[in-house]
């Protein structure tokens, strides 16, 4: 079973931020948080991960809380390209590779 | 730069039959992965390589399932005595390593739908 749990659906409008939030109340001090996304009939792509501290990339911003216990992505400037689903996944140095990707936010960018 | 690809895009096959579904790996990338997506759900894993040999093949189905990755570049995930379950979107996926910041890159997939 997925170790997180996230809403089944969001709708942005485009050009706002976009703020989606993963649950991961059971994660151990050495799993990380990942966050990928699928877009329509493509593999999954890789947008950012975090341990404890805050993390910023050209695609998103990570915003982890301090208990760890929960996460929030940020899309700053969605597009209708950022339609997808998104997946928030925690994992350790044993398990690396082994993603349990769950059923993700379903994530549609409105004009 | 080139990303992971995978061929064919789309198989099908009747029931009983043989498959291979084959994987070309970002090149350097040392770690390769097979993840199976069934629709409307996400991928689950099905084997690691780590250079030419299976690091973990715990998310292999069944013996119908096997890879192999012989010079540590393209794999080949085949299936044999093919059945209907089977049908999903067989996915992999490549990392330069196994570790925390080398993210896996995935390919589109191949479809696999058996009749």
């Known amino acids: 079973d997925a170790k997180t749990t996230q809403p089944t659906s969001m709708d942005c409008a485009e050009g706002r931020a976009a703020n989606l939030p993963c649950n991961h109340s059971t994660i151990s001090g050495n799993e990380y948080v990942y966050w990928y996304r699928q877009i329509h009939s493509q593999g999954p792509q890789y947008i950012i991960h975090?341990?404890?501290n805050n993390e910023t990339n050209e695609m998103a911003s990570l915003i982890i809380t301090e208990d760890r216990k929960s996460s929030t992505l940020i899309l700053p400037h969605a597009t209708l390209r950022d339609t997808a689903v998104y997946y928030c996944?925690?994992?350790?140095?044993?398990?690396?590779?082994?993603?349990?990707f769950g059923a993700g936010t379903q994530v549609v960018v409105t004009p | 730069g080139a990303g992971v690809s995978q061929t064919p895009s789309n198989k099908v096959t009747e029931k009983g039959k043989y498959v291979e579904l084959r994987c070309d790996p970002i090149?350097?990338?040392?770690?390769l992965y097979w993840y199976r997506q069934s629709l409307g759900q996400g991928p689950e894993f099905l084997i690691y390589?780590?250079?030419?040999?299976?690091?973990?093949d715990s998310g292999l189905p069944n013996d119908r399932f096997f890879a192999v990755r012989p010079e540590g570049s393209v794999s080949t995930l085949k299936i044999q005595r093919t059945e209907r379950g089977d049908s999903a979107v067989y996915l992999c996926?490549?990392?330069?390593?196994?570790?925390?910041?080398?993210?896996?890159?995935f390919g589109n997939g191949t479809r696999l739908t058996v009749t």
């Open positions: 996926a490549s990392s330069l390593g196994r570790w925390m910041a080398s993210p896996l890159h």
């Open positions: 996944i925690v994992s350790d140095s044993d398990s690396w590779g082994k993603l349990q």
């Open positions: 390589f780590q250079g030419t040999g299976a690091a973990d």
């Open positions: 090149s350097g990338h040392t770690a």
């Open positions: 975090g341990l404890k």
